[in-house]
């Protein structure tokens, strides 16, 4: 059914800065009129922040300043007060050690600002993969009206004739100049062809799979997810959504309205329909805690384990997200789950609509990017949770990017104890393996990389590349950018550095692989497994002080989300006590 508005005019949160003649009040207003703002802008109109993830170090956000602009008018239109302000950009092309590090970092930036400063709703602008699960995070945790707006996938790269897919071909062509097969000189020549317009990468990677997310779960107008950065469209979608959060102030749409149980199973289907990323699952189970729904790993499984991936994007697939913006978008999608009965219909979205009502009228223009069911990638896409011996919490891997012939497969461990070792080792033609083995990387997971790098899809060895081999079985507990591909098994639980199985094996165990049955298994005796188990020291460092430290004592297991714990659930918009 139709969400139902609260009854309308209400008090506002910004009242108690803005809305009296006390001293307070006054002192409020006055500084804020140093922007030159007109007295009618504090007579009880709603005010919107316009959360902002712009920054130059966050290439795929460097564009969203003009975002910020339309997300204004639409404000203004709508009878709203719109502030803006910038929060933490997490950005996973230049931050290092990894931008997984700081998304609590960002969220709990999120959450405290909007809490702290007098706004009655909230536009969520984002784009690089972590500033969308961080500021839903944030935003859940304190549970105001508030609407996602990304900034869009860049646009196609093309190279000697070629899609360059932003992140996929980067892995490619390194692996084609360590075969032989395309030199230096064209590596370089091709870099100019990888990011040729502001945006996001132009795969359905995870900055693009988190924009199908928020769209998936409500939280983002229909059709938001694909729209190019470029196209004019974006920059329309931007100003609607201004104009959609000052109404949903008035009908007082949370978070926790949106966010429910039936929202995240369409989001977990939804993944699997488009061949989304494999952070989506980490990201959504940390998002789920913060609004207190009770996913798990199994959820993703049984909720996502029989959909099709009928989106032929990158990775998985031949195209781009131009294309699929083309033939449709995610509405596209969402509309073949409702007909094949694999939708929540009812479940309420941002716009005070139904899912259902919002995609049941669209049409798919282009059946080789968004394929009949018959012609899917994958009849059993979503994300593949392995149990067993090596990951008795549990472990991923991505079907529609794994080879076929892998997805059964027994074979020799070669282990590298962390990703210096395995860098030190790979390149050497002296190191004992060949395509039958499986590369088994350990600490490089929350605590132990620290923040759980995107290191998973370990290159194979060049001796290995110049029969022609591009795939072999890689374990680890470290994450994948959603760009890449392979028979990659990631977020093995619990990881090598908290002690888990994972960081007791040794070269030569052998490793079986079942994706069909979900399982991996070590294949030791359970003796043997606990002998060594009881003999394991942590080898990673220990952080002594600042941000990292607070990472590695409270992080969570990737099984839960990567979470704090102590940002688990939601703390709520109660105003903060005023001091002056």
């Keep these: 059914m139709a969400f139902k508005p609260a009854k309308w005019p209400r008090k506002l949160r910004s009242t108690e800065w803005f809305g009296g003649t006390s001293r307070d009040h006054i002192y409020h207003r006055s500084w804020m009129k140093n922007q030159g703002l007109p007295d009618d802008l504090f007579d009880g109109r709603p005010v919107i922040g316009i959360c902002n993830t712009w920054s ?66 909230v536009v969520l602008l984002v784009g690089c993969d972590k500033t969308t699960p961080s500021l839903l995070m944030g935003a859940a945790s304190v549970d105001i009206p508030s609407i996602v707006v ?19 071909h980067l892995w490619k062509f390194s692996e084609a100049v360590k075969a032989g097969e395309m030199t230096q000189e064209e590596f370089l020549e091709a870099e100019a062809a990888m990011s040729r317009s502001p945006g996001s990468c132009n795969t359905m990677g995870t900055a693009s799979t988190m924009a199908s997310m928020a769209e998936a ?39 926790s309205d949106i966010l429910t149980r039936e929202a995240f199973e369409n989001a977990i289907r939804t993944n699997g329909a488009i061949g989304g990323s494999t952070n989506a699952v980490i990201h959504l189970l940390a998002i ?24 032929n994007l990158m990775p998985s697939g031949k195209y781009l997200m131009e294309e699929f913006f083309y033939a449709g978008g995610l509405p596209v999608v969402i509309k073949r789950l409702g007909e094949a009965g694999m939708l929540n219909k009812d479940a309420i979205t941002v716009s005070g609509e139904t899912m259902w009502d919002q995609v049941k009228d669209v049409k798919n223009w282009n059946e080789d990017v968004i394929l009949p069911a018959e012609k ?11 149990k067993g011996n090596l990951a008795p919490n549990g472990a991923v891997l991505k079907p529609s990017a794994a080879s076929p012939h892998l997805m059964q497969h027994k074979g020799r461990a070669v282990v590298f104890e962390d990703i210096d070792d395995y860098k030190a080792k790979i390149n050497d ?7 039958t083995c499986v590369m088994v990387l350990k600490n490089c997971g929350p605590k132990g990389y620290p923040g759980m790098s995107e290191v998973g899809n370990m290159g194979l060895p060049p001796k290995v590349l110049k029969k022609g081999i591009t795939d072999m079985v890689r374990i680890s507990d470290a994450r994948m950018s959603g760009t890449a591909y392979g028979t990659v098994v990631l977020h093995t639980s619990p990881e090598a550095a908290a002690g888990g199985p994972l960081a007791v094996v040794k070269n030569g165990d052998m490793i ?30 220990v952080p002594d002080s600042g941000y990292a430290r607070l990472f590695h004592d409270h992080v969570q297991g990737a099984d839960t989300g990567a979470d704090f714990d102590f940002l688990k659930g939601c703390r709520g918009s109660a105003v903060p006590k005023d001091s002056h």
Excluded at 233 to 242: D, F, K, M, T, W
Excluded at 429 to 435: G, H, K, S, T, V
Excluded at 518 to 530: A, C, F, P, V, W
């Design 217 to 255: 779960l409500g939280m983002a107008l229909s059709g938001n997810a694909a729209i190019p950065a470029v196209d004019s469209r974006r920059r329309v979608i931007a100003h609607l959504s201004g104009r959609r959060i000052v109404q949903m102030v008035k009908d007082d749409l949370k978070p």
């Design 56 to 121: 130059q170090l966050t290439p795929c956000n460097a564009h969203l300043r003009d975002l910020a602009e339309r997300v204004k008018h639409g404000i203004y239109e709508a009878g709203g007060f719109p502030v803006e302000f910038p929060v933490f950009s997490t950005g996973e092309s230049t931050l290092r050690p990894t931008a997984m590090m700081f998304r609590n970092l960002a969220s709990m930036d999120v959450e405290e600002a909007i809490r702290g400063t007098p706004l009655d709703g």
């Design 376 to 386: 899917a990638l994958t009849s059993q896409g979503g994300i593949a949770v392995l």
């Design 512 to 541: 079986e692989l079942d994706v069909p049955n979900r399982k991996i298994h070590l294949d030791i005796s359970e003796e043997e497994l606990s002998a060594r188990l009881a003999d394991w020291k942590p080898s990673h460092h």
């Design 429 to 435: 033609d002296a190191l004992d393996i060949d395509e």
């Design 288 to 311: 789920a805690g913060r609004v207190g729904i009770d996913l798990s790993l199994d959820d993703w499984d049984k909720a996502g384990r029989d959909i099709p991936t009928i989106v």
């Design 150 to 168: 990304t900034g869009g996938p860049m646009l196609n790269g093309w190279f000697q004739g070629e899609r360059v897919g932003s992140g996929t």
